[in-house]
Structures are given as C-alpha cells and as structure tokens.
Nanobody
Framework: QVQPVESGGGSVQAGGSLRLSCTTS??????MAWFRQAPGKERDGIAA????????AYDDSVRGRFTISRDNAKNTMYLQMSSLKPEDTAVYYC????????????????WGQGTQVTVSS
C-alpha cells in the first residue's frame, strides 16, 4: 500500500469537534497535508506538516481552530478540528509527498480516497 488512508470523518453540529487520522503503512514521506473539497469548489490545502521536524502551515480559514500533528511511531497524521462551522463541510483528503511544506496540491504525489465531514447548523 502506497496511498495514505484517512479515517475519522462524520457528522457533527456547529461548534463541535472531530479528529481525522491518516495512516501510511509502507512509505515514510517527508511532508503530509490535509486538503478539502466542498461541492462545486476546488480542492484547497488547509494544513501541512513536515514529518521530521514537525513544522506546520495553515490556511487562514482554519488557523486557530484546526491542529495538524503526527505520530511518527504509528506512521499516522492527525487533524484535530474544533469550533466547526457549516462551511467546513467537505470531503477531506490526506496527501503525502517529498516536495516541501506546502498547501499546494502539486507538491504532493500520493492521495487518500477522502473522508466526508458534515457540519450542521
């Protein structure tokens, strides 16, 4: 298995929290990120992390509400989402690669299948 695998999506009311996980079982990537795509919109990068040093980057839309982290011993990356809003509703994708700490999709070569997050008002 090369592609990352996401888990942890679901439905939550506005103001609630969810934690997404992304596991890579066979490859040690240098950088990983979370992207999301709402219906009719482009896929946008929202958080990224460097695996070795733990440096992070966030989009302004989630800064202060979402936290990206990783557990290298488990080959797992997390996205803790708090204070969720209806506009956070989207399919969330995990991405991995070697192209640098970035929120641009072109920097990532490996993608998960996505997990749905739905936030109701």
């Amino acid at each position: 298995q090369v592609q990352p695998v996401e888990s942890g999506g679901g439905s939550v009311q506005a103001g609630g929290s969810l934690r997404l996980s992304c596991t890579t079982s066979t490859v040690n990537y240098d950088y990983m990120a979370w992207f999301r795509q709402a219906p009719g919109k482009e896929r946008d990068g929202i958080a990224a992390i460097s695996i070795a040093l733990g440096h992070t980057a966030y989009d302004d839309s989630v800064r202060g509400r979402f936290t990206i982290s990783r557990d290298n011993a488990k080959n797992t990356m997390y996205l803790q989402m708090s204070s969720l809003k209806p506009e956070d509703t989207a399919v969330y994708y995990c991405a991995a690669g070697f192209g640098g700490l970035s929120l641009l999709s072109r920097n990532y070569n490996y993608w998960g299948q996505g997990t749905q997050v739905t936030v109701s008002s």
